[in-house]
């Protein structure tokens, strides 16, 4: 329905003041805003012969957002992302399993709603993606394709060494014949040689710290864009993982560490005077050099230990946040029931609901399950609730209603 209708070339009509040939009448329109889109670089193709090779430069484009004309009043306010590139065709069938059972429901395993709002939905087949990244070596994307059961893309990458499928999730400007290569395994033989056998801080990172490359925390330089990262060493990413998510590496406790060794050897050799620390701030200190700040997109900052996986970059379709669905049943298709106000319920069904007309029952504003949801019942420090409040005596305070000084 929604393709562009086709050209009707070579008709005659009876009609003088039509033309023969009609111009096609498309159903959608594509509208940028933001920066003009330069364009996209195109891939080359892996060359097994070139060891380390950057992924192409593609130039950031605008906010891409296609429309449709307004046939149907759910076409009338329909927004989607523009990605062309993405995989037409169906997933590889041996990374899927089906969604069954009580997952779709919001039921726990007594069949009572634990999570509302959820139900029905169009059948699904969860993509088994690779958070964890631990297989090394170059893996060549071989295309992108939309998960139903993410905001974010995933890259299906075939390994050059054992010729083996994955999905992962892609970063933002991935493209079909990028190469990605995790380095969760250890540093590969041919970089230390190309280093001279000697860990270089800098030809590290120039190496390994590209678009769509997994490293561990520690070898990631500070003020690079991350995403999918992990939370416990040797399990798989669990931060940043949705839609145009991504955090950012502010510091790193081994710099801090270096620096105070360097200052207690300037200290015995008695150029300077260092400060010496008491336990606690040395146990303080040996924990902050295990680990890695982040700051995330809420402006929350972490510590994340050091052997914990990150993928370089953002993750990917960061137009996300722009959708609109047009209509109500395409929340129903994505597993989303209707949302229903307490004050048009009945009284059995809600606190706020019964009586005649618009009316709450002159209640506190309250849960369903009767909880004060207002009031600062949960914004308030728990030393500020039901505590009395003193009000200071005035002296002479009779005196003043009548006039006296």
């Not at 509302?116 to 893996?139: L, Q, S």
């Not at 950012?248 to 105070?260: F, L, P």
């Not at 420090?381 to 005596?393: E, L, S, T």
Request: hydrophobic share 30%.
């Amino acid at each position: 329905m929604l393709q562009p209708r086709m050209a009707l070339t070579g008709l005659r009509l009876p009609f003088r003041c039509l033309s023969s040939a009609i111009a096609p009448r498309a159903y959608s329109t594509a509208r940028e805003t933001g920066t003009p889109s330069a364009g996209e670089t195109p891939t080359s193709a892996f060359d097994p012969n070139i060891t380390f090779a950057p992924p192409p430069v593609r130039e950031q484009s605008g906010i891409q957002v296609r429309r449709y004309k307004p046939r149907t009043p759910g076409l009338r306010h329909l927004r989607r992302p523009i990605n062309d590139h993405l995989w037409k065709g169906r997933p590889v069938h041996r990374l899927t399993f089906p969604k069954r059972g009580q997952a779709k429901g919001g039921r726990n395993n007594t069949g009572q709603v634990t999570v509302r709002h959820r139900g029905g939905g169009h059948k699904r087949r969860i993509r088994m993606v690779d958070f964890a990244r631990a297989a090394p070596g170059p893996h060549e994307v071989e295309r992108i394709e939309h998960d139903p059961g993410r905001s974010a893309h995933i890259a299906l990458v075939r390994s050059k060494l054992t010729r083996k499928l994955t999905y992962i999730l892609a970063a933002d400007g991935m493209r079909a014949g990028d190469v990605v290569e995790s380095y969760m395994a250890g540093i590969p033989e041919e970089l230390w040689k190309s280093m001279g056998g000697v860990v270089d801080p800098g030809v590290l990172a120039a190496r390994t710290a590209w678009r769509g490359n997994c490293l561990p925390l520690h070898m990631i330089p500070i003020g690079t864009l991350i995403f999918n990262v992990g939370l416990r060493p040797g399990k798989g990413g669990q931060l940043c993982r949705s839609a145009g998510t991504f955090a950012t590496v502010i510091a790193k406790g081994s710099d801090e560490q270096a620096r105070y060794e360097e200052n207690l050897k300037k200290d015995q050799e008695g150029e300077t005077e260092v400060k010496r620390m008491t336990q606690k701030e040395k146990q303080k200190r040996e924990r902050i050099a295990s680990h890695i700040t982040i700051r995330l997109q809420s402006g929350e900052v972490r510590l994340i230990h050091k052997d914990c996986c990150a993928t370089i970059g953002v993750a990917s379709n960061p137009n996300y946040q722009y959708r609109q669905l047009g209509k109500a049943g395409r929340s129903r298709w994505l597993n989303i029931r209707p949302t229903v106000r307490g004050l048009a319920m009945n009284a059995a069904e809600h606190p706020h609901g019964g009586g005649r007309g618009k009316s709450k029952g002159n209640v506190d504003p309250k849960s369903p399950w009767g909880m004060p949801a207002k009031s600062g019942y949960k914004t308030r420090p728990k030393w500020k609730i039901n505590k009395a409040v003193v009000v200071p005596r005035v002296r002479n305070q009779g005196k003043r209603r009548r006039g006296y000084s």
